[in-house]
């Protein structure tokens, strides 16, 4: 997960008074790939081109990962929706098809809700690690999108709330 700031919304009166929401559906995850060759390989968040940049360690690339992970009563951009579970292939543009792949759910697959905050890091990553799924890939050949220019506020980042250009 990647640090994202919430954006605070104006103040809203209630019935005790007023209140400052803010907006926390907006989420990050940063992605990190090995062993990736460029020109080969491309990786799909959603059907869309990630912008990996190199690290300067051979075969290591990173980006991030921009998404809308819940639907508040009141946010910043209302008509947006919800792009959970997120899925990701690796794809190999001469073979063109999917190498696999995973599927990311921002909550529990399976609906479960936590009493109680994890007791120690170990059932923390356990909790992060079930909302990972190595399955849910696109099967089949597959048409790679061209990949979006690097430009921008944020060019090593994918913003799925943004429209794709053609």
Do not use: K
């Not at 907006?23 to 080969?40: A, I, K, N, T």
């Not at 910043?76 to 959970?84: A, D, E, R, V, W």
């Not at 979006?148 to 944020?154: H, K, S, T």
């Amino acid at each position: 997960m990647g640090v994202e700031p919430w954006l605070v919304l104006g103040e809203e009166a209630t019935g005790n008074g007023t209140a400052r929401y803010v907006d926390s559906s907006v989420e990050r995850m940063q992605l990190r790939v090995d062993d990736y060759v460029e020109g080969r390989h491309v990786v799909l968040c959603a059907g869309r081109p990630v912008p990996l940049q190199p690290t300067g360690t051979p075969g290591t690339y990173v980006a991030g990962i921009r998404y809308r992970a819940w639907q508040p009563w009141s946010a910043l951009h209302p008509t947006i929706g919800i792009h959970s579970p997120l899925v990701f292939d690796l794809v190999d543009r001469w073979a063109g098809r999917s190498l696999g792949g995973c599927t990311y759910h921002v909550v529990h697959p399976g609906g479960r809700g936590y009493d109680r905050f994890p007791v120690n890091a170990s059932e923390a990553e356990a909790r992060r690690g079930s909302r990972f799924e190595a399955a849910g890939h696109t099967p089949g050949p597959i048409d790679v999108p061209s990949a979006p220019a690097r430009a921008g506020e944020y060019p090593r980042t994918l913003d799925l709330r943004r429209a794709a250009r053609a």
